[in-house]
């Protein structure tokens, strides 16, 4: 018998190494905040002798190492678990509330040019095609994306604040 995955909404981000930046903020969502500070996210070794740099997730199914590159993924249970990237970009795409789904592909294509920003913090950035779906400054999950085609700056401005 065959079963196809129900579609759900997660939280997720992709590690690149670190948690925090060269200032000593996190720069990772509020949830992988929580999961370090609470040791579910933590940093050990994958020898004796190397030094705790490498960052593990404790799962229901036991300590998972999580690679550079791979994304941190918050289930539906609030479950944490590292995923490979190109399972992760088959398996998923961006949501968001301001802007309906597409067709990653299609996205990847575009050339559309975009104003994202998060009103939570009030970071904005101008992308072209695929635009983030959380804020990488404060970690907020369904920030706007605003259309950049035919609106001048200054009048797009105007309209998120």
């Known amino acids: 018998m065959k079963y196809q995955k129900k579609p759900v909404v997660i939280e997720a981000f992709q590690y690149d190494g670190d948690l925090k930046g060269t200032d000593g903020k996190y720069y990772v969502p509020g949830w ?27 799962t229901l199914e036991g300590t998972h190492h999580v690679s550079v590159g791979d994304y941190v993924i918050k289930g539906i249970k609030g479950e944490l678990y ?30 559309d040019k975009f104003l994202t920003f998060c009103n939570e913090c009030g970071w904005e950035e101008k992308t072209i095609g695929l635009p983030y779906h959380f804020c990488p400054k404060c970690g907020h999950v369904n920030i706007g994306f605003i259309h950049l085609k035919n609106v001048r700056d200054d009048k797009t401005k105007r309209m998120h604040k």
Request: glycine letters at 4%; one cysteine or more.
């Open 32 to 58: 992988a905040v929580e999961a370090y500070e609470k040791g579910i996210m933590h940093y050990g070794a994958l020898k004796l002798d190397d030094p705790p740099c490498e960052l593990f997730i404790d």
């Open 82 to 111: 590292p995923c490979k990237p190109d399972i992760f970009e088959d398996s998923y795409e961006p949501v968001n509330r301001h802007f309906p789904a597409r067709r990653k592909e299609s996205m990847d294509k575009s050339k």
